[in-house]
């Protein structure tokens, strides 16, 4: 067990089954050292979140289903590694996507809720780069997406 799974267990994190893509593309592709994961909505346990943030979704729920798209980022990573969590050297590049109303502006905290878990997950190598925008809708009326740039060993 890597330092990565016994971190994600300590906080209660069971990695659940990588979602399939939904339509004409793979799920990650690997150039070199780096890990490219396809976009990964907001989907948990109990199905799929789906809402607008400034309309019947507020900051602490984008979190939440921020937090959900990292748990599917990390899921898909590891597949990516072949199963072994310590080959992750570091996250390079987040890039995250709120359905959010015109007038909502605190999308940067929403991505958060995914930041935030990779530097709890990975510490240091889970600081990254990233990109945080809002659109009108998303894949399947999820509240958040996020892809992912991943530098492996």
């Known amino acids: ?29 690997q150039s070199g050292s780096l890990v490219f994961i396809s976009g990964q909505i907001s989907i ?5 979140v789906k809402g607008t943030l400034g309309a ?15 748990i599917n980022l990390i899921a898909q990573l590891k597949v990516a590694c072949g199963g072994d969590l310590s080959r ?3 996250v390079v590049k987040l890039g995250g996507f709120v ?9 940067p905290f929403v991505i958060n ?11 240091d190598a889970g600081r990254h780069a990233r990109s945080a925008v809002s659109c009108p809708v998303l894949p399947l009326g999820a509240a ?5 740039v991943f530098e492996i060993a």
Do not use: H, K, W
Not at 20 to 28: D, I, K, Q, T
Not at 99 to 107: N, Q, R, V, W, Y
Not at 115 to 120: N, P, Q, R, T
């Open 88 to 90: 992750v050297n570091r």
């Open 1 to 29: 067990m890597s330092a990565i799974d016994t971190r994600l267990a300590d906080l209660g994190i069971s990695l659940p089954e990588p979602v399939a893509p939904v339509a004409n593309y793979v799920p990650f592709v």
């Open 56 to 70: 019947d979704m507020d900051v602490a729920a984008g979190q939440a289903a921020a937090r959900l798209c990292a």
């Open 113 to 123: 809720g995914c930041s935030d878990l990779m530097v709890e997950v990975l510490g």
């Open 99 to 107: 359905a959010a109303t015109p007038d909502f502006t605190d999308i």
């Open 44 to 48: 948990g346990p109990d199905g799929l």
């Open 144 to 148: 958040v997406e996020v892809d992912g």
